[in-house]
């Protein structure tokens, strides 16, 4: 099967998606606004179907089990726990696609193996970008990176996508894919856990929550700015990269009326910064008295 280039897409090679939600629509979108359209698109919800096919501009809307007949190449874009029963679907089907890319992040292509046997070349493209809502993906997933694996021509589809979209390409070792997708829910989605914690703190001391979120603007935004620009060595600042036990000792005693989970997290996170700030030169007798203060807090149950 010959792949298109980026400039002239082979119309004949046609893309299908299995998916009707946010990755499916927006990468549906966005392909055809770069001249490669979608052949079809295939859901178990009719009306979300129709929906998806609507926003991406799908020719047509089919079964899961249909849509090898239309699409040598699946993109299957649906929740984690539903890729294998999508893959055995896909796998049943009258006619099989020649290479299938499943979007999740937090497994490799191992999930597709029912397509795999049948002969399909399986891989993973994974955007590494939050998607909201499929209007905002359909901006965000343009230029930025996407990870991806599999069999070697699932991998050729796959670099020549992200090249389609404007995206930047990076190869993820498959036994440790869910190691990559960890590193990208820590950098993402507790991020947000983060600072919706530093708000419940914010309350109790008597700043309403929008008020506190304002507040926290500037910082977020300036230790965001400095992190990119630098490195976290050099963007680390506070109590801990100055070895003030002192202050540390304070948040914990102030700690223990907090929920469970926030004195657990700022433990966790504690630790784990003196570890960056030992990296970032702070002493090892300053270290050391750090640890004991993390190490006497106690887990109140």
């Not at 002239?8 to 979108?29: C, F, H």
């Not at 796998?91 to 999740?104: D, F, K, N, S, W």
């Not at 100055?242 to 926030?262: I, Q, T």
């Amino acid at each position: 099967m010959e792949i298109p280039d980026n400039n002239s897409p082979d119309r004949s090679s046609a893309v299908g998606i299995a998916g009707t939600g946010r990755i499916a629509r927006s990468l549906g979108a966005l392909l055809a606004e770069r001249g490669l359209p979608i052949a079809a698109i295939a859901g178990r919800d009719e009306a979300r179907t129709c929906a998806a096919a609507a926003f991406t501009g799908a020719r047509r809307t089919v079964s899961i089990e249909d849509l090898g007949r239309h699409a040598t190449v699946v993109l299957i874009a649906v929740s984690d726990d539903a890729i294998e029963t999508v893959a055995h679907e896909l796998a049943a089907g009258a006619r099989i696609p020649e290479v299938a890319l499943h979007t999740c992040g937090s497994a490799g292509p191992e999930l597709l193996q029912a397509l795999s046997e049948k002969g399909c070349a399986t891989g993973v493209l994974h955007p590494l970008q939050t998607v909201p809502a499929p209007e905002a993906g359909v901006q965000s997933l343009s230029q930025c990176y996407y990870a991806y694996c599999g069999e070697d021509l699932a991998e050729e589809w796959a670099t020549r996508l992200i090249e389609l979209l404007s995206g930047k390409a990076i190869r993820v070792n498959p036994a440790q894919w869910a190691l990559y997708h960890a590193a990208a829910v820590m950098a993402c989605n507790y991020n947000v856990t983060l600072v919706s914690t530093a708000l419940d703190l914010l309350e109790v001391a008597g700043v309403a929550r929008q008020e506190g979120l304002q507040a926290l603007a500037p910082i977020l935004w300036n230790t965001t700015e400095i992190l990119l620009s630098s490195t976290p060595e050099d963007a680390l600042t506070g109590p801990i990269r100055r070895g003030d036990a002192g202050s540390v000792r304070r948040h914990l005693d102030a700690l223990a009326s907090a929920p469970p989970e926030a004195r657990a997290l700022y433990r966790a996170a504690a630790r784990s910064t003196l570890t960056l700030a030992r990296r970032a030169g702070l002493s090892s007798g300053a270290a050391a008295k750090l640890a004991g203060v993390l190490g006497e807090e106690q887990e109140l149950r």
